[in-house]
């Protein structure tokens, strides 16, 4: 344990000392003494977004549920806390025994954005643990990570020892039975990773090497150690069903960014837009029934008094048992006063009336997201959306009695013109006209529409994984296109960052070099990217240039079709030629439908489910 | 109904703040099934309401709140529904339905700490007891407040003297002291601890470690006729 008295005095002086303390009601601690195996679940970032987090709920409690495990929490320290735990000389800490870090035998990372590597980097250092995997020796706990990020794992290449590609549910248990399978005869951390390499869904950086052309791009990835698998498949859970689902969910004392049961009723999406990672990857679509969520939400409510329940997943409005649902959980905890909440909205009335239903009374914003400005760039994205669709749900919302309308849209999508960018006014102008075209005695509350442009990033396993990203310049001046002709005080204009837009898109599709670009840039003080205020543009571009690495090479190079990507050895099921064959229809401006309707050919049934997607 | 509870707020529960201890009981009394009168409106929130709001990083011993219920339920059978679903350091002590009175929170007029902290110099108790005596026969004890005023702030001096009404020297060992002080608390007139520590601090030859101050509040008060008395 560390030194409370210590803490005791560091807690005193920063924001938010609840972060740190642990203890929440259906937090677990065990006596670690009496465990096997010490697992602490580590969030880069800070822990009112981390314990927002659907997948810290699970694992954690899956793997409590197990007698000889002890999973902790571990989030990063905010700024203030880091620097008086520095002052201090207090090392990292889990929140449930506040034991050391470097304690535990597994350190487990869950990558859900690129930008929150360097947090990654900083906890390491503040738990005294080398940030190289081949600085670590045995008595350092194993660096694992998982999660989204995970499906191009070779940024973080030379820091992590292995990573969980696909859902962690089974595969994690798996891991940690063969350590403590291998922790009472003899142990030898090469042997167990060789083991554990074989398992499905299991990467170990090291067992493999990478070749490159004179041009940079990739000549070959290989194994070097026999016995391990040349191509990763990612794991999925068949059955939601009988999958572990936590009956409990630890309730944090602060306010979080999503403090409210997260029911989620499936996994996977069957839309197909282009430019969506968690679209492709999370397939095939796989439902919870509706017995098994009632069954959930009963113990769920029970366990936790929160008053509001979200249906979580992808695209929720298109959970087939949708309004059965609804209506069977307002029946059940009406009288509790226990909500329920959507969190996407799809862009037709049916999604207008099940929101109208569970919003009775209070009728807050709605969000819509069209992603392009202009029908010829939703088609080449495939969002499947018309102008009509929107039109016919804003119409509708107005006389329901919303005002506040929200939309989002990306910027720097590909084959994208000056025309589709102007496209993101129309359409927002279009809805305030709508408002006020409607006769002064039906329009209810004050008129406000959002119009909100994220840069484009693309991503691995897209159909879009080959093109080149916009140049921060091009997208600055779609900003400012856009910034110089909203001037309505009715619709209001956001946009994100573009540097960091940048930066997100040199990671997310870079290669094993990378390692060294990330742990310069925590060397110069670099942490908590994804928050504007902590940004600094400026250190990464020196990162990049003092390891010798062009930043453009990832972000703004057009790939040509036959060059080998830096993940091009992990199988999330859908096949490469389904991506290729969607990135020419895209550009050709082609629909490819919603697979419900029938199969496109995506290579998911082929690779997973034995011939059929449910 | 109302009903008037007493409870506990303690170890590192002192670092959540009066917001999240009202969200804690919002959730609680649902988990509990008290049957809790609900607020009209379009957000219907638990109508209750916890006297003189603790400051973040302080412990309790003795807390007050009053709870409005649409049924009545015993006494006991509250206490024990809500401490099997509370934390161990926030827990019901006692609690009594009130025929009729004062709110709580218009009531309490005084609270009572104890303040355990370390000094950066030698000292004995006879020294100790003669620097507070004269620091508390100064005309006056000016402190500086930062007031909220519409949208600006604005530093206001305030004298506190009365606000302090007694001070017992309960340790002094190794440079670390423990006192107990009353001090005003209320729409009457308030004075926080911390506030009292530095203006202690900074009138007197003391030299606290201002860094090591815990504070625990071990009660809070009502005043009638001059007498003190605890509201339950």
């Known amino acids: ?614 | 109904m109302i009903l008037r509870v007493k409870f506990t707020k303690k170890n590192y529960l002192r670092y959540i703040s009066h917001l999240d201890l009202m969200r804690l009981f919002q959730r609680n009394f649902r988990r509990a099934g008290i049957p809790i009168k609900y607020s009209e409106g379009f957000n219907p929130h638990p109508k209750f309401s916890i006297a003189n709001p603790l400051s973040l990083g302080i412990e309790s011993e003795e807390e007050y709140m009053d709870i409005d219920l649409e049924t009545k339920i015993s006494v006991e059978d509250f206490k024990e529904k809500m401490n099997k679903v509370l934390p161990k350091d926030v827990q019901i002590l006692e609690s009594v339905y009130l025929k009729k009175g004062e709110s709580i929170s218009s009531l309490i007029s005084w609270a009572f700490y104890e303040i355990n902290f370390d000094i950066n110099r030698g000292l004995d108790k006879l020294t100790l007891e003669n620097i507070i005596e004269e620091w508390l026969n100064l005309d006056e004890i000016i402190i500086t407040r930062l007031r909220k005023k519409g949208k600006n702030r604005v530093e206001k001096d305030e004298d506190i003297k009365t606000h302090i009404g007694n001070i017992v020297i309960k340790k002094l060992e190794d440079n670390n002291i423990i006192i107990d002080v009353l001090l005003r608390s209320g729409d009457k007139g308030n004075l926080k601890p911390m506030d009292f520590m530095e203006a202690l601090n900074k009138y007197s030859s003391i030299n606290i470690d201002m860094d090591s101050i815990m504070i625990k509040r071990l009660g809070l008060y009502a005043e009638n006729n001059n007498k003190i008395y605890k509201p339950l």
């Open chain 1, 1 to 614: 344990m560390i030194n409370t008295k210590k803490l005791d005095r560091i807690l005193k002086k920063v924001e938010k000392p609840a972060r740190y303390i642990g203890m929440e009601q259906n937090s677990i601690k065990k006596d670690l003494n009496n465990v096997n195996v010490k697992f602490a679940f580590s969030f880069p970032d800070v822990y009112e977004v981390g314990m927002s987090h659907l997948g810290l709920h699970i694992l954690y409690n899956l793997l409590n549920s197990q007698e000889d495990i002890a999973c902790e929490r571990v989030f990063a320290p905010w700024i203030d806390m880091e620097e008086e735990m520095r002052k201090e000389g207090l090392p990292l800490f889990t929140l449930e025994n506040k034991e050391e870090v470097s304690n535990f035998d597994f350190l487990g990372f869950t990558l859900q954005y690129e930008m929150s590597y360097t947090n990654i980097l900083n906890m390491l250092d503040l738990s005294n643990i080398p940030l190289l995997s081949k600085n670590r020796n045995d008595n350092h706990p194993f660096i694992i990570a998982g999660g989204p990020c995970a499906y191009n794992p070779e940024p973080l290449a030379d820091i992590i020892d292995f990573f969980v590609i696909g859902e962690g549910e089974e595969v994690t248990l798996e891991i940690l039975n063969i350590y403590k399978m291998h922790k009472e005869n003899n142990y030898d951390k090469d042997r167990f990773l060789k083991e554990i390499a074989q398992l499905e869904g299991v990467y170990v950086p090291k067992f493999y090497e990478v070749t490159y052309k004179e041009d940079g791009t990739i000549q070959k990835m290989e194994p070097t150690e026999k016995g391990v698998p040349k191509i990763i498949r990612k794991r999925m859970i068949k059955d939601l069903d009988k999958m572990f689902s936590p009956e409990k969910m630890i309730i944090p004392f602060i306010e979080t960014v999503h403090d409210r049961i997260t029911l989620e009723i499936f996994r996977g999406c069957t839309r197909g837009c282009r430019f969506c990672q968690a679209g492709m990857i999370y397939r095939p679509v796989r439902e919870k029934s509706t017995e098994r969520l009632l069954e959930l939400a009963e113990k769920l409510v029970e366990s936790t008094g929160y008053e509001n329940i979200s249906l979580s997943s992808l695209s929720s409005c298109d959970y087939s048992q949708l309004e059965l649902l609804i209506s069977q959980l307002m029946d059940r905890f009406e009288e509790k006063k226990v909500g329920v909440s959507l969190p996407s909205l799809r862009l037709d009335s049916f999604s207008i009336d099940v929101i109208k239903e569970i919003e009775k009374v209070r009728k807050t914003g709605l969000t819509f997201a069209p992603e392009a400005g202009s029908q010829r760039l939703r088609d080449v994205i495939n969002k499947g959306i018309n102008e009509k669709d929107l039109t016919t749900a804003v119409s509708y919302a107005f006389k329901e009695g919303w005002s506040t309308i929200k939309l989002y849209f990306m910027i720097g999508l590909p084959t994208e013109t000056d025309e589709d960018v102007m496209g993101i006014k129309n359409l927002a102008y279009k809805v305030k006209d709508m408002f006020f075209s409607m006769p002064k005695e039906e329009r209810k509350g004050n008129l406000k529409v959002t119009a909100s442009a994220s840069c484009f990033v693309p991503k691995p396993f897209t159909p879009f994984q080959w093109v080149s990203q916009d140049s921060i310049d091009e997208f600055n001046r779609k900003i400012n296109l856009l910034r110089n002709s909203i001037k309505d005080n009715k619709v209001t204009f956001n946009y994100h960052d573009s540097k960091l837009s940048y930066l997100e898109a040199i990671v997310a599709r870079g290669d094993r070099r990378l390692s060294k670009v990330l742990v310069k840039a925590w060397e110069k003080g670099c942490k908590f990217d994804g928050w504007s205020e902590h940004f600094q543009y400026d250190k990464w571009i020196e990162a990049l240039e003092e390891s010798r690495i062009d930043g453009s090479f990832y972000a703004l190079r057009q790939r040509d079709i036959e060059e080998i990507l830096p993940w091009d050895f992990i199988n999330p099921g859908v096949s490469k030629e389904y991506l290729i064959k969607e990135y020419k229809k895209a550009v050709e401006g082609e629909l490819t439908k919603d697979c419900r309707l029938g199969c496109t050919g995506c290579g998911i049934n082929k690779c997973f489910t034995g011939g059929v997607c449910n």
